[in-house]
């Protein structure tokens, strides 16, 4: 059964603790594997799309990498903008989001 | 550049009662849905739109009734709200397909229903 992970629920950092999200993922073919960011309030806002293992993509602070099981979300020096709501999505046979990652950056 | 436009953004209703929830798109994508977010659940499918006059189920259809009106506008009817029908919903549209393959997808401010 095709399923998606997202570990830890949640996550304090200082202001320039570099830190990571992970999504793992179990499903039948990846078709890609998407990150969002979500603000409270606020609909989802698209980050990156993953296809193969080995890609990466960056933007900004962020980093997200993938594997054949899992995918990373890489923060570096985060700052208290940073502070959201990171969903991960795969799509398999279906399309799954996470339940999401929420990320509190403290000044 | 309004993106995704969802209304209402609050809604409260009786049980039994009916409402519709407009989203519009102002981007020329081909692709829109419709998700609910609930607390602890990810961001569940109800129906998607690959085009104007096409509709297809997506996780979690029943009690809901979809339109695609032309390529901007697609709605989300409740004929008969039930209090399990309490959740955040969001229109969504892309160039993608149903996974939303290889383009970005754009999500609106979302609908927060409660249904009493």
């Known amino acids: 059964e095709d399923q998606v992970t997202q570990s830890p629920e949640a996550l304090r950092l200082q202001e320039g603790e570099s830190s990571s999200l992970n999504c793992s993922y179990t499903?039948?073919?990846?078709?890609?594997l998407f990150w969002y960011r979500q603000d409270p309030g606020k609909g989802p806002e698209f980050l990156f799309t993953l296809y193969s293992a080995g890609e990466e993509k960056e933007k900004e602070r962020l980093k997200a990498t993938l594997t054949k099981k899992e995918s990373f979300l890489h923060i570096t020096a985060p700052k208290p903008e940073d502070s959201a709501t990171y969903l991960c999505?795969?799509?398999?046979?279906?399309?799954?989001f996470g339940t999401g990652t929420s990320l509190t950056v403290i000044p | 550049n309004a993106g995704v436009t969802q209304t209402p953004k609050f809604q409260v209703l009786k049980t039994g009662q009916s409402m519709t929830l407009q989203c519009a798109q102002d981007m020329n994508h081909n692709s829109m849905y419709w998700y609910r977010q609930d607390p602890g659940m990810g961001l569940r499918l109800i129906y998607y739109?690959?085009?104007?006059?096409?509709?297809d189920k997506g996780e979690v259809p029943n009690g809901y009734n979809v339109s695609r009106l032309n390529k901007r506008e697609f709605s989300l009817r409740l004929e008969s709200a039930a209090p399990s029908q309490t959740s955040v919903y969001f229109c969504?549209?892309?160039?993608?397909?149903?996974?939303?393959?290889?383009?970005?997808?754009?999500f609106g401010q979302g609908t927060r229903l409660t249904v009493v």
């Open positions: 999505a795969v799509h398999g046979n279906q399309f799954y």
């Open positions: 739109s690959a085009s104007e006059g096409t509709t």
């Open positions: 499903v039948s073919g990846l078709r890609g």
């Open positions: 969504a549209s892309s160039n993608g397909g149903r996974g939303l393959i290889g383009t970005e997808a754009f």
